[in-house]
């Protein structure tokens, strides 16, 4: 019981932070919710891109899409290592987003 505790304080602060309206100014803590999710669910990027490409281009972005795919979900992994470490400084100016989407489910929006 004691150590499923971290995790769920964990699982619902990360559910906070991943709440937020983008209309608002981007924080430290928009930051590590956006490492912490490049992290957990890069593997998103997968499906996302080939979502993507399929919408873009039709049957043909199937092939395509995958290969975007296995590509940004080790970039989105590694950036999400970066925004995970660098939450406290304002690195890029202003705590702005490294890739777009900014969360990797938002392909599917």
Known sequence: MYKTRPFILCACLA????TTSQAQAQTAAQKFGRGLAGMTCGILELPGNIVKETQRQG????????????????TRELAGVYEFVTAPFPMPAGFRPILRPEYPWDYFR
Not at 15 to 18: D, E, F, G, Q
Not at 59 to 74: D, F, H, K, R, W
């Open 59 to 74: 049957p043909i972005g199937i092939p395509i899409g995958l290969a975007y795919g296995l590509g940004m979900t080790v």
């Open 15 to 18: 559910a906070l932070l991943l």
